[in-house]
């Protein structure tokens, strides 16, 4: 039987009368998916969903890639459940924050510091002042190439939605592309006096570092004297527990953490090198800068979860199986689009623990129209997600799933390649870009984002 949507639609009405979009994340908005199908969800465990509707699916994406072990992990349960009875937030610091510290801080190279918060777009953008403070220079670049880093003035000022960003503010950020040196290095040669860090993913979904890249980004802010930043959000304990920086040997000067580290549990934090994070601390002999301070940075809860993760990732190999399982998932569907034809406008795309699924029109562009005919087609047969993004709880019988839904999908999106007309298969709008500027996507080319969509975890 096919999963209907009524108590969904009913409830989502709701929350759009008093929650702007209708969620407190753009990519969790019901525009992002086909229309009237947008499930409200009640509970989770392991790699499978329950909505209102009694709907169950197989979940992709796990909270925004926030979940590497599962859904209501129990080892993660159970450490909670053992602190909630002593207290969460207190008035001086606890043992258990020392304890998560010196746990990080086993995990990541070069770091000597670390502070913890509950996002890592605060993590990100305390960085950018860390570096601001350090150098004296105002000028941030950022990688343009690379979807999100922070919910703060300084990066939503690069983003189409920047109404309420002043100009003054979106002055001081430049950008360079992934995997260029050279353009990166004209960049500096022009206007290194200036930036105070470079920001970026030491990798991406769609995008590992081409041999020598990353060293020569570290050797060209070395020269100019900038503070190198990895954003590790989503990287950090799905490439390896120690980030990206540990799979490919190079060591930033400040790296900012988020996402799996929780397992689904509210906690971020910003790392680095001790003469840099020390200038929020109380031995600096400099002007102080203001780093992290927040009421809930370091209430037990989360960080007794993330501790029960770092145990997890010592003990078991999550990273491992979600690289298996998503390799597994991504060859039998590109094989399946293989033989119907249509493999080069439906395909499955990245590093097999963070992948996603390129949806494209007639023409081989990528388009919002086919996404939502596949987000259809996926979600009638009880699979849910914005991408193919995996965990460690995904086992053979819900990749099998997957894959059988996507064969029985395959129909209609084969149909709609031979037609041109995929809005002839789905009822109303098409999904559309979280970041566009105006709320009716009938008012920008729902082309125009397509792919930046699909990767972006905000």
């Given at each position: 039987?096919?999963?209907?949507?009524?108590?969904?639609?009913?409830?989502?009405?709701?929350?759009?009368?008093?929650?702007?979009?209708?969620?407190?994340?753009?990519?969790?908005?019901?525009?992002?998916?086909?229309?009237?199908?947008?499930?409200?969800?009640v509970?989770?465990?392991?790699?499978?969903v329950?909505?209102?509707?009694?709907?169950?699916?197989v979940?992709?994406?796990?909270?925004?890639?926030?979940?590497?072990?599962?859904?209501?992990?129990?080892?993660?349960?159970?450490?909670?459940?053992?602190?909630?009875?002593?207290?969460?937030?207190?008035?001086?610091p606890?043992?258990?924050?020392?304890?998560?510290?010196?746990?990080?801080?086993?995990?990541?190279?070069?770091?000597?510091m670390?502070?913890?918060?509950?996002?890592?777009?605060?993590?990100?953008?305390?960085?950018?002042?860390?570096?601001?403070?350090?150098?004296?220079?105002?000028?941030?670049?950022?990688?343009?190439?690379?979807?999100?880093?922070s919910?703060?003035?300084?990066?939503?000022?690069?983003?189409?939605?920047?109404?309420?960003?002043?100009a003054?503010?979106?002055?001081?950020?430049?950008?360079?592309?992934?995997?260029?040196?050279?353009?990166?290095?004209?960049?500096?040669?022009?206007?290194?006096?200036?930036?105070?860090?470079?920001?970026?993913?030491?990798?991406?979904?769609?995008?590992?570092?081409?041999?020598?890249?990353l060293?020569?980004?570290?050797?060209?802010?070395?020269?100019?004297?900038?503070?190198?930043?990895?954003?590790?959000?989503?990287?950090?304990?799905r490439?390896?527990?120690?980030?990206?920086?540990?799979v490919?040997?190079?060591?930033?000067?400040?790296?900012?953490?988020?996402?799996?580290?929780?397992?689904?549990?509210p906690?971020?934090?910003?790392?680095g090198?001790?003469?840099?994070?020390e200038?929020?601390?109380?031995?600096?002999?400099?002007?102080?800068?203001?780093?992290?301070?927040?009421?809930?940075?370091?209430?037990?809860?989360?960080?007794?979860?993330?501790?029960?993760?770092?145990r997890?990732?010592?003990?078991?190999?999550?990273?491992?199986?979600?690289?298996?399982?998503?390799?597994?998932?991504?060859?039998?569907?590109?094989?399946?689009?293989?033989?119907?034809?249509?493999?080069?406008?439906?395909?499955?795309?990245?590093?097999?623990?963070c992948?996603?699924?390129?949806?494209?029109?007639?023409?081989?562009?990528?388009?919002?129209?086919?996404?939502?005919?596949?987000?259809?087609?996926?979600?009638?047969?009880?699979?849910?997600?914005?991408?193919?993004?995996?965990?460690?709880?995904?086992?053979?019988?819900?990749?099998?799933?997957?894959?059988?839904?996507?064969?029985?999908?395959?129909?209609?999106?084969?149909?709609?390649?031979?037609?041109?007309?995929?809005?002839?298969?789905?009822?109303?709008?098409?999904?559309?870009?979280?970041?566009?500027?105006?709320?009716?996507?009938?008012?920008?080319?729902?082309?125009?984002?397509?792919?930046?969509?699909?990767?972006?975890?905000?």
């Amino acid at each position: 039987m096919s999963p209907t949507f009524v108590e969904s639609s009913a409830l989502q009405s709701r929350l759009h009368e008093i929650i702007p979009g209708g969620a407190h994340t753009f990519a969790k908005g019901a525009d992002q998916y086909p229309e009237d199908m947008a499930p409200v969800l009640v509970r989770g465990r392991g790699a499978r969903v329950w909505d209102v509707d009694g709907n169950e699916f197989v979940e992709f994406g796990m909270g925004m890639r926030a979940v590497t072990l599962g859904h209501a992990y129990p080892p993660v349960v159970d450490a909670v459940r053992a602190v909630l009875g002593d207290g969460l937030s207190f008035t001086r610091p606890t043992t258990l924050e020392l304890a998560a510290a010196e746990d990080f801080l086993a995990l990541v190279p070069g770091a000597d510091m670390v502070k913890f918060c509950k996002n890592a777009s605060d993590a990100t953008s305390t960085a950018v002042r860390l570096a601001r403070g350090a150098t004296g220079r105002p000028l941030v670049a950022l990688c343009h190439d690379q979807p999100y880093f922070s919910s703060q003035d300084w990066f939503v000022g690069t983003l189409p939605i920047s109404t309420g960003v002043p100009a003054e503010v979106r002055s001081l950020v430049t950008t360079f592309p992934y995997n260029d040196l050279p353009a990166l290095e004209r960049l500096l040669d022009h206007r290194g006096a200036e930036i105070a860090c470079l920001v970026l993913e030491a990798a991406s979904a769609l995008a590992e570092p081409l041999p020598g890249y990353l060293e020569g980004v570290r050797a060209l802010c070395d020269r100019y004297g900038v503070v190198l930043v990895f954003d590790e959000t989503i990287t950090g304990f799905r490439w390896a527990a120690g980030g990206a920086q540990s799979v490919y040997g190079v060591v930033p000067d400040l790296s900012t953490w988020g996402k799996a580290m929780g397992n689904g549990f509210p906690i971020a934090a910003l790392a680095g090198r001790r003469e840099l994070m020390e200038l929020g601390g109380l031995t600096t002999d400099r002007d102080r800068v203001f780093l992290l301070s927040s009421t809930h940075g370091a209430e037990t809860v989360s960080l007794a979860a993330f501790r029960a993760v770092v145990r997890a990732y010592a003990e078991t190999d999550p990273v491992e199986t979600m690289e298996r399982q998503g390799r597994a998932l991504a060859d039998a569907v590109n094989a399946l689009a293989a033989d119907a034809g249509i493999g080069e406008y439906l395909s499955v795309l990245g590093r097999p623990s963070c992948q996603i699924f390129r949806t494209a029109d007639a023409t081989g562009a990528p388009s919002q129209a086919m996404r939502t005919l596949f987000l259809k087609e996926m979600l009638l047969r009880g699979v849910l997600g914005q991408s193919f993004v995996i965990s460690a709880a995904h086992t053979d019988t819900d990749v099998q799933q997957t894959v059988d839904a996507v064969s029985a999908a395959l129909p209609a999106y084969v149909k709609a390649i031979e037609t041109g007309r995929p809005e002839d298969l789905f009822e109303g709008r098409p999904v559309a870009p979280a970041h566009r500027l105006r709320a009716d996507p009938r008012r920008i080319d729902p082309r125009r984002a397509a792919t930046r969509q699909e990767v972006s975890g905000d």
